[in-house]
């Protein structure tokens, strides 16, 4: 891979298949980032890139009163399954009744895309095959989800704010990232971060 050019996310997505399994038969892969800046779409375009793979959102595993404490759930109802060769099924919260209200099942395909704030983080990774960042800074990222959230969800983001930073602080992602996600003018451009993690070639 050029280091100054990158990879596009069609190559990206074509580079995954030389990457071993890292779960059982699955290939998992961290999409994280800042709230706001724009991991959901990122995987989004990703998945569809590789075929229409699943995505696991961490917002379902969160609650109000724990927004990083999931990774006990993670283990239990996805990583745990995949490790064992089988399908996960995990529960899904419900934001607006404040509650886990429904399932989803999650096939234990070739790759599995895992998006969300802390998804590269400190217990993940031993099931990880490549961390990705997506490199849009934390003021940016912010502005962006509180415009587009509104002002009634002002409150909420002092919150989520405050508890980002103290995850951050204790258990950062990017300085392990494998690579770095940008967006450009034609889309996203994927250059090696600080972890340098497997070789990938387009």
């Known amino acids: 891979m050029d280091d100054e050019q990158g990879l596009s996310l069609r190559e990206l997505a074509a580079?995954?298949?030389?990457?071993?399994?890292s779960c059982g038969p699955v290939r998992l892969v961290a999409v994280d980032g800042?709230?706001?800046?724009?991991?959901?779409?990122?995987?989004?375009?990703?998945?569809?890139?590789?075929?229409?793979?699943?995505?696991?959102?961490?917002?379902?595993?969160?609650?109000?009163e724990e927004p990083f404490g999931w990774e006990e759930r993670f283990g239990a109802q996805i990583a745990g399954p995949f490790a064992a060769g089988l399908a996960a099924r995990h529960e899904v919260y419900d934001w607006t009744?404040?509650?886990?209200?429904?399932?989803r099942d999650v096939p234990a395909a070739p790759v599995v895309l895992v998006e969300g704030v802390g998804a590269g983080r400190r217990a993940l990774r031993?099931?990880?095959?490549?961390?990705?960042w997506l490199e849009v800074g934390r003021g940016t990222a912010r502005g962006r989800g509180m415009r587009r959230d509104g002002p009634a969800l002002a409150p909420f983001w002092t919150g989520w704010s405050a508890a980002e930073d103290?995850?951050?602080?204790?258990?950062?992602?990017r300085p392990y990232a494998d690579l770095l996600v940008r967006q450009t003018g034609d889309g996203y451009r994927a250059v090696p971060g600080p972890a340098r993690g497997p070789a990938m070639t387009a």
């Open 126 to 132: 031993p099931h990880l095959a490549l961390t990705l």
């Open 97 to 103: 009744a404040r509650r886990f209200a429904s399932w």
């Open 166 to 173: 103290a995850h951050f602080a204790s258990d950062p992602t």
């Open 15 to 21: 580079a995954l298949d030389v990457l071993a399994p």
């Open 34 to 64: 800042h709230a706001g800046s724009g991991k959901t779409t990122l995987a989004g375009r990703l998945a569809a890139e590789l075929g229409g793979v699943p995505v696991v959102h961490t917002d379902d595993l969160a609650t109000h």
